[in-house]
Antibody
Framework: QVQLVQSGAEMKKPGASVKVSCKAS????????IHWVRQTPGEGLEWMGVINPSGGSTNYAQKFQGRVTMTRDTSTSTVYMELSSLRSEDTAVYFC???????????????WGQGTRVTVSS | EIVLTQSPGTLSLSPGERATLSCRAS???????LAWYQQKPGQAPRLLIYGASSRATGIPDRFTGSGSGTDFTLTISRLEPEDFAVYFCQQYGSSSKTFGQGTKVEIK
């Protein structure tokens, strides 16, 4: 069965960076784009961007341009999301989510990771 | 960016009742590319509906999506105990995908 398993909770200080992983299993890794979505009490669900695991191309939401980097490791079927220059407003639960195979990154999300809580505090 | 506004914020209903949730877009959603998700506390969202009206795999037929353009509706025909949760709409017709703020369906 399809699974997206994310890394554990993180606590970071303002100005630091965080890197969250998302390991895929149960399907052909390079067939489906992977998105990152975060959830905060204030802003709700926010789409951060998407990566094509096949070629590694990315498309980031304007809000996160310059601060977010998404990468992938095809040997381990894992996608990574790194967010830099953290501030308190980045405290959130971060989800990876899969796009159906035929969508090419322009779709809804049919499977989600369990979420990773990132807390930014001095 | 397309802003999605969901109403009501909270819906208080009893099991067996009908729930009607609204999602209004600030501009027309391209090709009616609108999805609905259910989220329970401590869990990730679960896909219910895509393409405004297509049920995802394994979703019971008491969940129905409808609408087009800027106005979309999720109807739950008869609420089961497991349906009490928060529901989000999402548009994916533009390159920047956006979500509504959610409607909480709570037990009356």
């Amino acid at each position: 069965q399809v699974q997206l398993v994310q890394s554990g909770a993180e606590m970071k200080k303002p100005g630091a960076s965080v890197k969250v992983s998302c390991k895929a299993s149960g399907y052909t890794f390079i067939s489906n784009y992977i998105h990152w979505v975060r959830q905060t009490p204030g802003e709700g669900l926010e789409w951060m961007g998407v990566i094509n695991p096949s070629g590694g191309s990315t498309n980031y939401a304007q809000k996160f341009q310059g601060r977010v980097t998404m990468t992938r490791d095809t040997s381990t079927s894992t996608v990574y999301m790194e967010l830099s220059s953290l501030r308190s407003e980045d405290t959130a639960v971060y989800f990876c989510a899969r796009d159906p195979a035929f969508c090419g990154g322009d779709c809804y999300f049919d499977y989600w990771g369990q979420g990773t809580r990132v807390t930014v505090s001095s | 960016e397309i802003v999605l506004t969901q109403s009501p914020g909270t819906l208080s209903l009893s099991p067996g009742e009908r729930a009607t949730l609204s999602c209004r877009a600030s501009q027309s959603v391209n090709r009616n590319f609108l999805a609905w998700y259910q989220q329970k506390p401590g869990q990730a969202p679960r896909l219910l509906i895509y393409g405004a009206s297509s049920r995802a795999t394994g979703i019971p037929d008491r969940f129905t999506g409808s609408g087009s353009g800027t106005d979309f509706t999720l109807t739950i025909s008869r609420l089961e105990p497991e349906d009490f949760a928060v529901y989000f709409c999402q548009q994916y017709g533009s390159s920047s995908k956006t979500f509504g703020q959610g409607t909480k369906v709570e037990i009356k």
